[in-house]
Each structure stands twice: as structure tokens, then as C-alpha cells.
């Protein structure tokens, strides 16, 4: 019996508000020692442009593998006020299925504000209490992309953790900064049945407490071996590791490490760069292509949201990519 869905995405969908600043804007200034950005307090600024988009882990990783021709559905909790109807709107037209969304009476939608400012992005982000009280019962799908949850996050953790042990479908798992600091322990079940690990380098070294110090690019390149095969033991069986402009690295199930050197390109914000990555990868295994396929198609997916402003505007088609 087929699968309704290739794969189904958990975590957050929101409302993306950019503001572009021009460079040579007299009340911003960026402070390169300290990397601070300051503004001229009391003024009013001018942005050269202010943007509203869908964004949110989830509904970016849905969206991109909607784009690349496969059947997407996303699990995630919005409110019922203007945004949230933006958000429905915006997942639908992407033909990414919404029914399992839920929509809480009364709240409103999360949203982030993004300053792009010399290539760089500031954001400030609020996030609404949700409950994530989602509902697993009854559902078809060849993959789950697990992602970050807000602070009730354990619970639907759980409950993958079931899902995936009785239906024995591939799991991509994306853990978010409160999953990592809550500690191995909290997600060890997780990790034990995960298909296919996405981390940031310092994501990796965090989870593995390793130290990472290298002096020249053979340290570097043994040290990250060292990452891959450590994280590898916890239970995925493919872990990737991105780390910006060197590349990202793969260990496949056997231990044959692979790696993608950086596409370069003119950054123009860097807002989804990692899930684009994940959604290019992920597709790639999903269509069973090789490891070195799927980190070809993580960078280059990557490389062409960076090159354009917000989360979803360069998400790749199958056409496009291929």
C-alpha cells in the first residue's frame, strides 16, 4: 500500500518580517571588533525595503521538499489572527498539506523580525507558548523531519519516538538550541532511531563534548572525522555536519566519510540556510540517490537561499537543481 506522504515536518511555521538596510544608512553602524550593531537611538530610519514571508523550520523544510516534487505535510501550531491566515495561505500554495496544522482559537502567529544589514542578519524573534499536542494516530508517510519545539517539547518527542519504532519509517532529525541544552540524555531515544542526523558544527560539539581546537587543515580534517564518528555512535545512522564556508561532511552507515567543499556566492541573507540544506539532502535520499549526491544537493539548495532574501525565495525546484 503506498505512503500518503514522502515525508511529514515538524516543528514551527511564522511570519518572517525583513527589513533591508542600506550599507551606507548614517544611523546604522556595525562595530567589526565587537560585532555589534548600533543604531541611533530616537531616529527614524529609513529600510530600502520591509518584507513579510512564511518562515519557521518546519514550514521552510516542507515547503522546499514540496518544491522538489515530493508529497509534503507539516505539523506545527499557529494562532488565528491575520498572520496565522498568511501562513495557511502561504503552506498551501507551496502544496505543502495542512491537516494535520493546528489552529489555536484565540492566539496569534509567532514572528521574527530580521534586520539585513552588510550581509549579516539580526533577528529578533518572539515565540508564543504552544502545546504541541499532536496527534500521530492514523498517518501514512515514508519520513518524519523532526526539528525544534518550544519548551513543551518533550512530549511530542515522545510520541515520534513511538511512531517511528512501530511504523519504521526514516527519520531526519534537526534537534533546536532548547533540545541541546536540555542534554544527550533528553534526546538519546531520538538520536537511537534516527536515519539521518542535520547539525551545525557547533551543534555537534555541543552534543558530543568534543574539543575542537585545530591549527591547520589536517588537525581540522581529523578532529571532524572524530565528530562524525562519535555522533555515529549515539544511533544515527548518517550523520551530517554543515560548517559554513568549509563545506559539510557525512559519515554513511558503513563509516565512509564524505565532504562538500562551500559553492561560492554572493550572500545576500543568510535566513534558512541550514534548513535548505537539510531539505536538498534529505530530498536526495528520498529519491535514493548517494551520499555525495545529497551533500551536492544540500549546498546547492543552500547556497541559492542565501543569495536572496528570506527562507523560501530560493528554495530549488526538482528542475532547477537537477
Given at each position: 500500500m503506498p505512503h500518503t506522504f514522502d515525508a511529514i515536518t515538524i516543528g514551527s511555521a511564522k511570519i518572517d518580517v525583513f527589513l533591508s538596510v542600506r550599507e551606507a544608512n548614517d544611523?546604522?553602524?556595525?562595530?567589526?571588533?565587537?560585532?555589534?550593531?548600533?543604531?541611533?537611538?530616537?531616529?527614524?530610519?529609513e529600510v530600502d525595503r520591509c518584507s513579510f514571508l512564511l518562515g519557521g523550520n518546519a514550514?521552510?523544510?516542507?515547503?522546499?521538499?514540496?518544491?522538489?516534487?515530493?508529497?509534503?505535510?507539516?505539523?506545527?501550531?499557529?494562532?488565528?489572527?491575520?498572520?496565522?491566515?498568511?501562513?495557511?495561505k502561504a503552506l498551501k500554495k507551496e502544496n505543502v498539506n495542512t491537516q494535520f496544522l493546528i489552529q489555536t482559537?484565540?492566539?496569534?502567529?509567532?514572528?521574527?523580525?530580521?534586520?539585513?544589514?552588510?550581509?549579516?542578519?539580526?533577528?529578533?524573534s518572539e515565540?508564543?507558548?504552544?502545546?504541541?499536542?499532536?496527534?500521530?494516530?492514523?498517518?501514512?508517510?515514508?519520513?518524519?523531519y523532526l526539528t525544534s519545539l518550544g519548551h513543551e517539547w518533550k512530549k511530542p518527542y515522545k510520541k515520534v519516538f513511538s511512531f517511528v519504532k512501530k511504523t519504521k519509517c526514516l527519520l531526519a532529525f534537526n534537534p533546536g538550541t532548547l533540545q541541546i541544552e536540555a542534554g544527550y540524555k533528553a534526546i538519546?531515544?531520538?538520536?537511537?532511531?534516527?536515519?539521518?542526523?542535520?547539525?551545525?558544527?557547533?551543534?555537534?560539539?555541543?552534543?558530543?563534548?568534543?574539543?575542537?581546537?585545530?591549527?591547520?587543515?589536517?588537525d581540522k580534517n581529523k578532529s571532524m572525522e572524530q565528530l562524525l564518528n562519535s555522533l555515529q555512535k549515539m544511533g544515527s545512522k548518517i550523520v551530517v555536519i554543515t560548517?559554513?564556508?568549509?563545506?559539510?561532511?557525512?559519515?554513511?552507515?558503513?563509516?565512509?566519510?564524505?565532504?562538500?567543499?562551500?559553492?561560492?556566492t554572493k550572500v545576500i541573507e543568510k535566513t534558512g540556510a541550514g534548513d535548505a540544506y537539510s531539505t536538498g539532502f534529505l530530498s536526495a535520499i528520498l529519491h535514493e540517490l548517494s551520499i555525495k549526491e545529497a551533500l551536492r544537493r544540500g549546498a546547492l539548495n543552500s547556497v541559492s537561499v542565501i543569495a536572496q532574501v528570506g527562507a523560501q525565495a530560493g528554495l530549488l525546484d526538482k528542475n532547477k537543481i537537477n
Open positions: 544611523c546604522f553602524r556595525l562595530n567589526k571588533e565587537t560585532n555589534e550593531l548600533c543604531v541611533r537611538s530616537g531616529q527614524k530610519i514550514a521552510n523544510v516542507g515547503v522546499g521538499l514540496s518544491r522538489l516534487g515530493l508529497k509534503s505535510a507539516i505539523y506545527a501550531e499557529i494562532g488565528d489572527d491575520e498572520l496565522s491566515q498568511k501562513i495557511l482559537k484565540g492566539e496569534k502567529a509567532s514572528f521574527s523580525i530580521i534586520i539585513n544589514f552588510k550581509g549579516e542578519r539580526t533577528i529578533f515565540h508564543v507558548d504552544r502545546l504541541h499536542n499532536f496527534n500521530f494516530d492514523d498517518i501514512s508517510t515514508r519520513s518524519l538519546a531515544d531520538v538520536l537511537s532511531i534516527t536515519d539521518v542526523l542535520f547539525l551545525n558544527k557547533e551543534e555537534a560539539i555541543a552534543i558530543s563534548n568534543i574539543k575542537y581546537q585545530i591549527s591547520n587543515i589536517d560548517d559554513g564556508e568549509n563545506g559539510s561532511y557525512a559519515i554513511d552507515e558503513k563509516g565512509e566519510i564524505f565532504t562538500q567543499d562551500a559553492i561560492e
